[in-house]
């Protein structure tokens, strides 16, 4: 079987990994893919974003199946295009996909259902939004609609610093178009937990949680990042917890897709905070989180092949989904400067243990060798039985990954060892 992947960073990677320990995979297509992403897998150098060229490539080639991972070809309608090309695909079509496309759909969805979340106001006008801010509850929450690459999210602590956000994006459009509608939401408190769910419509099979460290800075200090690290299981979500959230979350999120004809099929990613009211929705992701995706499919038993077949085919009931019972802790390497200004262009080196562990981000090849091209650059991933174990791992296999200038947060899983007690 030929597999095509839209998407390069380390998720692509790790699903690339993942799907080859299937025989039957002869060939993987990643589009683009990345430097590191060479290593398994043909990188041909087409846009995420290029949906004419990827179906393009796609019917010239002996293309069996497509993995469409990032959210904006997701958004964008890759998966209806390959679709109609005669290409079945693991992802959501763009009419579901805008559960994470749109803020404000996904709120008025939850709202509409009963799906328990932040409460919140949706504004399309400047004026009407700063007048809610003189009374709203600080601190607050400003969002802006569409998808700003994880950056989209204001938490202000104060009236001023709230009226400032929405004038950013609204009046100057530091989002771009994702400002012209905002949500302005209660702020929530609580641990945080990604849930990543196969889903094809009906059945929900939820994957192990995971807990991500967003800020740049040790000890959740610094700006917010795609996430500079991951471990799995989340301690904070108990078997309990698991439970509320598939009767008052996950189904009911599925049956409301369902209901608004937006079946959704593919990976849903559950953005929760677990609050002392209880579990609600923080946000909604149509994909694989990144780089929670590193820590949770090498937790996977089952046949990721197959299982995403079954997403597609609409058999996901039948099929099983099991992950190992330990602890995986991924640690990403960053370049210094990251989520900001940071230069590009060194040459990384990797012990045999370190390459074998590491998923590539931001990579590319220049005359053979391998270098930096993007802010977070490589994810170390080790298993073990126990978290402790797990995080000690992969700080000691990620020194085997040398590149000038990189940075790495030293706390990844210090919150969930103490919440283990
Ligand atoms: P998002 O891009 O929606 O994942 O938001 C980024 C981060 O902002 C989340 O991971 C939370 O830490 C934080 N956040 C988002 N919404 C809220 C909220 N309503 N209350 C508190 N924190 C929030
Ligand atoms: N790690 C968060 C995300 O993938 O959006």
Do not use: W
């Amino acid at each position: 079987m030929n597999i095509l992947v839209v998407g390069g960073g380390g998720r692509e990677h790790a699903i690339i990994r993942c799907l080859k320990k299937n025989p039957q995979v002869k060939t993987v297509y990643a589009l683009p893919g990345n430097g590191g992403i060479a290593a398994d897998a043909t990188c041909v150098d087409i846009s995420a974003t290029d949906i004419d060229g990827i179906v393009a490539f796609a019917k010239a080639h002996p293309v069996d199946y497509a993995v469409v991972a990032p959210d904006d070809p997701l958004v964008l309608g890759c998966v209806d295009a390959l679709e109609a090309a005669g290409i079945p695909c693991f992802g959501p079509r763009a009419n579901a996909a805008i559960i994470e496309g749109s803020k404000v759909f996904a709120k008025n969805l939850m709202r509409k259902y009963g799906i328990p979340t932040a409460a919140y106001r949706a504004f399309d006008d400047m004026d009407q939004a700063l007048a809610y801010l003189d009374t709203a509850p600080i601190p607050t929450v400003i969002k802006a609609d569409g998808l700003a690459l994880g950056k989209g999210v204001i938490i202000a602590q104060t009236r001023q610093e709230a009226k400032a956000a929405v004038r950013d994006m609204m009046e100057g459009h530091v989002f771009g178009k994702s400002g012209d509608h905002i949500v302005i939401e209660e702020f929530l408190t609580g641990p945080e937990v990604s849930v990543l769910a196969f889903t094809d419509g009906n059945c929900v099979k939820p994957m192990v949680s995971s807990m991500d460290h967003k800020r740049a800075g040790d000890n959740d200090t610094g700006l917010n990042t795609g996430g500079m690290g991951t471990v799995a299981p989340n301690p904070y979500y108990t078997r309990e917890i698991a439970q509320t959230c598939m009767d008052t979350i996950f189904l009911p999120t599925i049956r409301a897709m369902n209901a608004e004809g937006r079946p959704f099929k593919g990976c849903l990613y559950f953005g929760l905070m677990l609050t002392p009211a209880g579990p609600r929705v923080i946000e909604y992701n149509c994909r694989f989180g990144d780089p929670e995706t590193q820590v949770v499919l090498p937790l996977l038993e089952s046949d990721l092949l197959s299982i995403m077949l079954a997403v597609t085919n609409g058999t996901l009931a039948q099929t099983e989904v099991t992950f190992a019972p330990r602890h995986a802790c991924c640690v990403i390497l960053a370049s210094q400067g990251y989520p900001t200004a940071y230069r590009k262009g060194y040459e990384i080196t990797m012990t045999r243990e370190a390459a074998q562990h590491t998923y590539v981000a931001g990579a590319k090849l220049a005359q053979g060798r391998l270098v930096t091209s993007g802010g977070r650059v490589t994810g170390t991933t080790a298993v073990a039985d126990s978290l402790e174990e797990a995080i000690r791992e992969a700080y000691r296999i990620s020194d085997g990954v040398r590149f000038e200038n990189a940075y790495r947060r030293s706390d990844i899983g210090r919150r969930a060892l103490r919440a283990n007690g």
